[in-house]
């Protein structure tokens, strides 16, 4: 049962904050709080996704050597023909060559590059609309918002 | 004398250097780490550590709001237009995809065309992140009014 | 088909999947240039046509040669992003360029009405984000970029409901929950795509698809798919899982909501369909088993609860809000058949409620326009002095109630086959008790439009007779007819719904 959980020792924090995250969405009644929760969430899932990257004895997966050497040849050398291959569009055909050292997955980490321009967007976007809701309301407390509403909504309707 | 002369003289000293960092940044992205996107938040950085120490009237004269907002959908007309770009280029000779950079050069065998495309999609990318950093710190600080300097 | 084919040149439409995501990109940068509302409009009039005749193409290209593979930057699939065009996301695509064409034709008038002059530049800018977003997420043939799409979308969709705030300020808060719930539903979808990439280490719709069925299901695929399919439904409004919904469209500018109701939700739906049919196999036990315990129950529950909170709504567009999350309880119903005449069903529904919701929400918008009204007792009277938007809001309502002679009927014909092919009498019950329910919302709003005289000499609703403007009449009066088309020429929806389901399920 030990070993089962130091295994995964890495899914700790992550489904902690996870939780964390999601909590705060839920129990707070103040929205920019509600925001923070949110971000937390989101940072959860970019750990997730950079643990997954890991290689255990794996290098970072840059290769050494002259990228610029143009054509190297088709495996003679592993490493110059890497940057060439790549370029070429052909990545495929370099899973091969780069199989003899063993590199760490770098494509989480692009991934989640992508990932958490979205979190800043949504994040931009969302501190946006409080800051129109406060101009708005006056408050940014969930029950404060809702009875101004409710209040307008049944005042209202004559 | 400025109650935070020695704020102003040392970032006036740093705000060059950074913009210069970013461009270093900016233009080492195709071989090696760094790229558009870092240098952008670096170039705005430099615009914020402006505003925070001359005040947001001054950042906005030197870099106004308008320019952020044409600049943000400047970038991405830059990168678009080079994925349109290799669409119409065909290097050599047969029918090329969207962003297909070996389009840009003729010469095939060194792919200088990837380079190309990598630094003119990265500017596309600086020009819109640089301007997206500002915009948002604009939206926020610019709606509080600036701490008077006796208040520090 | 082979006209349509032949619409564009060789050279373009061999570039055709690319460009329709990118010219709306480009024009969104270009659009926010413009010193003018007028201006942004005619840049965004120019892209709806130019994606509506791609979307054509597409169809014409798909139905002559099979499913089109194009390569990004010429890395060719798995490794690197793939559009992926075949039957069943070809009917998305010509809804939403169709749709959004439309919509954007109708945007003018009502846009001018609502969005103050200064924003509106950047409204239309932030639209062509969102058009662009939804035809990704519908193209794309990989799964990260199925979340980067649909993010894009909805980021673009929380500030554009958000616009709605000049007329009534509870489209801010509308806005807000929608983005806390929409992140976390796209958040869950992320986890989701995380977890089949650990268990098949690719990214690719297609391959993933493949290694899968090599390698068979574990519990790291079981939970994706679970994260997958609470992601996707929340943005797909499913039943729990609705509550954004309703403020969001009752609040936003009455273009958007029109836009929104006729392609977002349809969009997230195409989306799980794509992973619960093509990646993950129906016929594996537990895609199965959520077929008749969740989707079926979750449809069914939906069309119950929500039809009969849509009764006693009293704003229209929340009335129709409602019915919208009672109509996408329909689609999860016909998913969760898990057969192909069920998916297909599901399918047409989905098309037809895109005509049907199109057609409400812009005759709404057209009320809205004339009166400035929004409230169910507020409609009273409008068949005197809007007879033509009215006609065609009776109409369109007629086809959600799913009286005959109209679309409505065919796509519950379609449900209710399926369902007795299953031997699923509940679900025939169901359906018929959904209809009698959305009779009784449907007949509410028509009483009020028909039965009721106008209020004489209140403020602001004077009785005399008016025109809506005929940029907004004609794309509205427009739908209402291809409600009523549909029903005599049902032939090219069915068959695209049927190819669709086709192109997932593998029979015939």
Known sequence: MLEIILERFSYIPIIILMMTGLYVVIATGNLVKRLVGLSLFQTSVFLLYITMGKVFGGQPPIIAGDAHGGDAGHGADAAAGYGAEAAAGHAAETAHHVAEIAYSNPLPHVLILTAIVVGVATLAVGLALVVRIREAYGTIEDDALNAADYSLETGSAE | ?152 | MDMLASLLPAGIAVHAPALIVVIPLIMAAVAAFMPKGLWAWGVTLVTAIAVAVLSLNILGQVSTGGVISYAMGGWLPPAGIELRVDMLNVPLLLLVGIVGLLCVIYALPSVADEIAKKQQALFYSAFLVCFAGLLGVTITGDAFNVFVFLEISSISTYTIIAMGAGKDRRALTASYNYLVLGTIGATFFVIGVGFLYMATGTLNIADMAAVLEQNGHDRVTQAAFAFIVVGLGLKAAMFPLHVWLPNAYAFAPNFVTAFLASTATKVAFYALIRFVFSVFHPEVNFVAMSFTWLFAVVGVVAMMVASMQAVFQTDARRLLAYSSVAQVGYMMLGLGMGTAAGLSASMLHLMNHALMKGALFMALGAFALNFGVRRVKDLAGLGQTMPASSAAFTVASLSLVGVPLTVGFTSKWYLVTAALERGWWWAVAALMISSLLALAYVARLLSAIWMETPPAGKAGIAPARRLAPWMVLAPMSLLAFANIYFFFHADPLVGLARAAANAVMGGN
Not at chain 2, 58 to 69: M, W
């Open chain 2, 1 to 152: 004398m400025s109650p935070h002369l020695i704020l102003r003289v040392v970032s006036k000293l740093l705000i060059p250097m950074i913009v210069v960092f970013g461009f270093y940044v900016q233009f080492h992205g195709d071989f090696g780490p760094g790229g558009g996107f870092q240098a952008g938040v670096i170039i705005a950085v430099a615009v914020i550590l402006y505003a925070l120490i001359f005040g947001m009237e001054e950042a906005r004269r030197a870099v106004p709001p308008a320019v952020v907002r044409y600049g943000a959908a400047l970038g991405v007309l830059i990168y678009a237009s080079v994925g349109v770009a290799t669409l119409f280029m065909n290097g050599a000779g047969e029918p090329l995809n969207f962003l297909d950079y070996d389009a840009l050069h003729p010469d095939q065998g060194q792919h200088t065309g990837q380079h190309y495309g990598i630094l003119l999609v990265e500017l596309g990318v600086l020009t819109t992140v640089a301007s997206v950093m500002l915009a948002i710190f604009y939206a926020f600080a610019g709606r509080v009014p600036d701490i008077p300097d006796e208040e520090w």
